[in-house]
């Protein structure tokens, strides 16, 4: 069934450090690549997505890569700043429906 | 503007209740989305509404029914639910194009307890 795998779990960095945040989804369908974050309390809010056109996307300190041949997709987050700390979820699209697949949640912590 | 507005934002029901969640966006999205999420879990999907008609429905107990009354508005009727179900339910819209999975934005979510 559809899947995506999410790594690591819990990510503690200093701030300024940089941040990497990797998923794997299984099904090769998948054309669709977002990244959320969550606050305590708060809905996930979209930080950055990609299509499966394109192998690398920017916003200031935030970046996708995609390898579509391996799977993979990854979230880079330079120069980290304590607001930065929140839960991570990345998702993939399934098949042609308008359903996403979550991965299980990276919790990143930056410290001062 | 990607707001999409959820009321109540707390609500605490008997299992014998009944009660509604509603979700409201002026985006002039065509899809909308029911999720529920479980403490230190990722969001699970329940209902998708595209053009004011169901969808995608997650196997979801009949306890929960949807409504979509109009393209801005998406409700979730509760009743005779169970301890369990207690979660944060979250509200996403969309744009819909056939065969394109668009960008969801997500509500803040109504945060529910069932006694």
């Known amino acids: 069934g559809e899947n995506v795998e999410q790594h690591p779990s819990t990510l503690s960095v200093q701030e300024g450090d940089s941040a990497v945040i990797k998923c794997t989804y299984s099904?090769?369908?998948?054309?669709?690549f977002p990244w959320y974050k969550q606050e305590l309390g708060k809905g996930p809010q979209l930080i950055i997505d990609?299509?499966?056109?394109?192998g690398e996307k920017k916003d200031q300190r935030i970046a996708v890569t995609l390898n579509k041949t391996a799977k993979h997709f990854s979230l880079h987050i330079t120069e980290t700043q304590p607001e930065d700390s929140a839960v991570y979820f990345c998702?993939?699209?399934?098949?042609?429906?308008?359903?996403?697949?979550f991965g299980t949640g990276t919790r990143l912590q930056v410290f001062p | 503007d990607t707001e999409v507005t959820q009321t109540p934002k707390h609500l605490v029901m008997g299992m014998t209740n009944k009660k509604s969640l509603k979700c409201e966006q002026h985006m002039g999205h065509r899809a909308m989305y029911w999720y529920k999420q479980k403490a230190k879990k990722p969001p699970e999907l329940m209902f998708v509404?595209?053009?004011?008609?169901?969808?995608i429905n997650e196997s979801v107990p009949s306890r929960f029914s949807p409504e979509c009354p109009n393209s801005s508005l998406l409700n979730l009727h509760l009743h005779a639910l169970q301890p369990e179900d207690s979660a944060l339910y979250l509200c996403?819209?969309?744009?819909?194009?056939?065969?394109?999975?668009?960008?969801?934005?997500f509500g803040p979510g109504t945060r529910l307890l069932v006694l």
């Open positions: 509404y595209s053009y004011e008609k169901l969808s």
């Open positions: 998702a993939a699209s399934f098949h042609n429906t308008d359903k996403l697949i």
């Open positions: 990609i299509r499966s056109n394109v």
């Open positions: 996403a819209s969309s744009h819909w194009t056939s065969g394109t999975q668009e960008t969801q934005y």
């Open positions: 099904d090769s369908a998948s054309n669709y």
